[in-house]
């Protein structure tokens, strides 16, 4: 069973005062912190092992090859992917969404083809869509949302047709702290001849992922949201697919030969990813996962979940605050937007930081949904294992000492 109190312990950056107070890390939907091991495993690779990929026969060079390929093989077995060929390093989410966008969308998106998002979408999957909306005068349309800011399943059902050629939707919400039932979606749009691309962002580091049952085409994900470094994520897709895509980006790493006028190009996943990759990086997302493995990603969410039932309730408690999303813990992950009435979000997150708890503020890269809500910015509270009932207490006493310092309510 996770002790988030004990395992705080092995994030060293958590151990320190900001403003005077022991920081409170509740930012973890914008990135989370790492553990020593995997800090130290990145440490000894530039110490010891640093070296082109894929090119060198020298020792360093084949050190560094092994440790990048073994952490593609974890990825691998982490997300149940049937081969290595449908698992590519990426700079992160993002570039896993504008891949798709651009490669398969250039393939195989005819005008009038139609792409369902959900008002519920990070601009990641958003702006992609639009662009390639653009270059092939396709049509965007949008599932809305139900009162509780679960996606309307039934609008699902109406949006999702014929004439969908993608479904491309976010598996966890950065803002509801919903998650969506990705393997409902996935039916509907084979049914209809489309494919579906998920935005695993806000899912992958909190509950396990199987892509082969859940029968995904695309699923993107970040390393920094799971413990470990910024600048790698990863692409999944599906061979069938992949192997018909043209890469997004050409050069070396990702070709088999080079004539003057015409190349050929390597063979899965290599041929998707030109250049010198970030290596470092992706030995560190390796031993990312083996952190979360040890821990069991069941117990990562039911940990999470305890803690939802621990918060929620009391944020809803407070007087004037507004707390966006389901209400009933079961269906909330440890992502909680609130808003405080009369004050402005920024305020009162530079409020909450003066007290030492880190949450953010603003739209969180998701207007339409924030325009859907009908506001322009909200706080925004996120939980990782590392988090206790103690850091949630914090964040109630801070709100609560911020609403009496700019004395709400007391007139
Ligand atoms: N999709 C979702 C659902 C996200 O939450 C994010 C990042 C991304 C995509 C983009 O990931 P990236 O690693 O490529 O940047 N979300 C946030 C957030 O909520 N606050 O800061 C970043």
Redesign the pocket.
């Known amino acids: 069973m996770i002790n988030g109190e004990k395992l705080r312990q092995d994030f060293p950056i958590l151990a320190q005062n900001v403003n005077e107070e022991s920081l409170v890390y509740l930012d973890n939907?914008?990135t989370t912190q790492m553990p020593e091991s995997v800090l130290q495993t990145m440490e000894t690779y530039y110490h010891k092992d640093h070296a082109n990929v894929h090119r060198g026969v020298h020792t360093l060079a084949q050190r560094a090859t092994e440790k990048y390929e073994a952490a593609r093989e974890k990825i691998r077995q982490f997300i149940h992917a049937k081969e290595i060929a449908e698992v590519l390093f990426t700079k992160?989410?993002?570039?896993g969404l504008n891949w798709v966008a651009r490669s398969f969308g250039d393939r195989f998106i005819n005008e009038g083809d139609e792409i369902v998002l959900s008002y519920m979408e990070?601009h990641?999957?958003i702006v992609a869509w639009q662009q390639l909306a653009k270059r092939k005068k396709a049509v965007l349309k949008y599932i809305s949302l139900t009162e509780d800011g679960f996606l309307d399943m039934e609008d699902a059902n109406r949006q999702i047709t014929e004439k969908t050629a993608i479904v491309a939707i976010?598996h966890?919400s950065?803002v509801l702290g919903v998650i969506n039932p990705i393997t409902e979606l996935t039916e509907l749009a084979h049914k209809h001849q489309g494919i579906i691309v998920v935005?695993g962002?806000?899912a992958v580091p909190h509950m396990p992922v199987d892509v082969k049952a859940l029968d995904v085409d695309f699923y993107a994900f970040?390393g920094?949201?799971m413990v470990g470094p910024t600048g790698i994520?990863v692409l999944y897709g599906k061979r069938y697919w992949l192997e018909q895509m043209e890469p997004v980006e050409f050069g070396g790493e990702m070709i088999d030969f080079v004539n003057l006028q015409e190349s050929t190009w390597a063979e899965l996943p290599w041929k998707f990813e030109a250049g010198t990759p970030n290596i470092a990086g992706g030995i560190g997302l390796g031993f990312a996962i083996d952190y979360l493995n040890k821990l069991g990603l069941d117990e990562v969410y039911r940990y999470e979940k305890e803690l939802v039932h621990y918060v929620l309730p009391r944020l809803e408690a407070i007087d004037g605050l507004t707390v966006y999303g389901p209400s009933d813990p079961l269906d909330h992950t440890g992502v909680i937007a609130f808003n405080l009435d009369g004050l402005h979000p920024h305020d009162l997150t530079t409020a909450l930081d003066m007290q030492g708890v880190a949450v953010?503020a603003g739209h969180?890269?998701a207007q339409p949904l924030l325009k859907y809500l009908d506001t322009v910015a909200t706080a925004r509270a996120s939980f990782y294992l590392y988090n206790t009932k103690d850091d949630a207490d914090h964040l109630i006493e801070a709100i609560k000492e911020t609403k009496e310092f700019f004395n709400y309510g007391s007139f």
């Open positions: 939907a914008a992160g989410t993002t570039s990070h990641s999957n976010t966890g950065n935005d962002a806000q970040s920094h949201k994520g953010r969180h890269c």
